[in-house]
């Protein structure tokens, strides 16, 4: 059994393949697994790092934004593109798969379509509730589409899906509440988890220096957050600003990654985060409340419609970026961490929308076309 997997350009759309990747490895030992994607995307340290074999192939995603710099990107992009037949084809050719996956991104498209051309069986896979370019072209040819929610049907070509749902890390599905909050110490205070992603989001960030001098005042709250990479030297500053003493304060854990996420998501009262759709996969499978704050500079602007899944089935408040003050993030968390009643009924909404055998799914579908 052959699988070429293609996906790349954001770890939205890498850890998924991976994850499935993983879960036929487990069960098919002499499985034949390869990835492509491009050698100056993340694609190119994750995919190895999880012990895959990957062959780059230069394409490039196009800017939408217009400037001279995306301009001049845009043109290398088309020629990067023009170019790529021949490389896909050497890539299938060599490899020989018996099915090839897709999992979005700008990489997934030349290479499922020219599969689809070659007479190889493709599939590909959709994370977000509002699909991207390449799963709205891809739609067309491939042998099988995959989506993670329902609301995202409507934006596709008429035709039949599968709801899959996301994959999801099994840490986060076994994850123990109790176990969790002993393992952090939270004892019986409320339990805050933000993070604004790997970077930062210096909105996020501004806000949530406002919200933790309030908790300072208010005592009885204990909150974990990941200022990212980016704003790892300025956070420090914002709290110094906002009057707050942070240096060895037991209420305040800030990092600049959270690495123990199955924990924190495990002990969690509230999770403030962007809404990347394995992020809110996980939340959902964790059954935890959340506000969301879409993140305005993503293509398509999908988080918005991710987050917008979660809301209408009153699984999470959301605020959109433009409407983002300290004086609201405090408003609002000041009013949910007085109601636990509803912060117990968004986490049990969220998890009714959990889709937690993605990986089985997913993988009988892979089967199916073998």
């Not at 989506?147 to 599968?162: D, G, I, N, Q």
């Not at 005042?217 to 420090?236: D, L, M, S, V």
């Not at 089935?313 to 983002?324: F, N, Q, S, T, W």
């Not at 968004?346 to 009714?352: E, P, V």
Request: net charge positive; charged share 25%.
């Amino acid at each position: 059994m052959k699988i070429l997997f293609a996906c790349g350009g954001t770890a939205g759309h890498i850890n998924p393949a991976i994850a499935v990747a993983s879960y036929i490895r487990e069960r098919h030992t002499d499985a034949k697994i390869l990835f492509a994607g491009n050698p100056k995307g993340m694609e190119a340290k994750l995919v190895p790092a999880a012990g895959f074999e990957f062959v780059p192939i230069d394409i490039k995603g196009f800017q939408r934004q217009l400037s001279w710099f995306n301009i001049k990107y845009n043109l290398s992009a088309i020629k990067c593109l023009a170019l790529s037949g021949g490389r896909c084809r050497k890539i299938i050719q060599d490899f020989g798969p018996d099915v090839m996956v897709g999992t979005g991104g700008y990489v997934s498209g030349p290479l499922l379509r020219k599969g689809h051309q070659m007479g190889i069986k493709t599939l590909t896979h959709e994370s977000n509730a509002f699909p991207g370019v390449t799963t709205k072209l891809l739609a067309k040819y491939c042998d099988k589409v995959l989506l993670s929610v329902e609301e995202a049907k409507k934006y596709l070509p008429s035709r039949e899906y599968v709801i899959t749902g996301n994959p999801v890390r099994e840490e986060i599905i076994f994850a123990d509440h109790k176990k969790a909050r002993e393992k952090l110490q939270v004892g019986d205070r409320v339990c805050i988890v933000s993070f604004g992603g790997s970077l930062g989001a210096r909105r996020i960030n501004e806000a949530v220096a406002g919200l933790m001098a309030w908790e300072q005042r208010k005592g009885g709250i204990y909150h974990i957050h990941a200022t990212g990479a980016y704003e790892k030297q300025r956070f420090p500053l914002q709290l110094q600003k906002a009057g707050v003493n942070y240096k060895n304060n037991p209420n305040l854990d800030i990092r600049e990654y959270i690495s123990d996420m199955p924990d924190c998501l495990a002990a969690a009262d509230l999770v403030i985060s962007r809404s990347g759709a394995i992020t809110l996969s996980e939340l959902e499978a964790s059954g935890t409340a959340s506000i969301l704050i879409p993140s305005p500079n993503v293509a398509e602007n999908h988080q918005y419609h991710n987050a917008m899944v979660l809301a209408h089935h009153d699984a999470a408040v959301v605020i959109e970026e433009k409407d983002l003050t300290p004086k609201l993030m405090l408003e609002t968390v000041e009013k949910l961490c007085q109601d636990p009643a509803t912060l117990k009924r968004l986490g049990k909404n969220a998890q009714q929308m959990a889709i937690i055998d993605a990986n089985q799914r997913i993988y009988k579908e892979i089967i199916d076309l073998i």
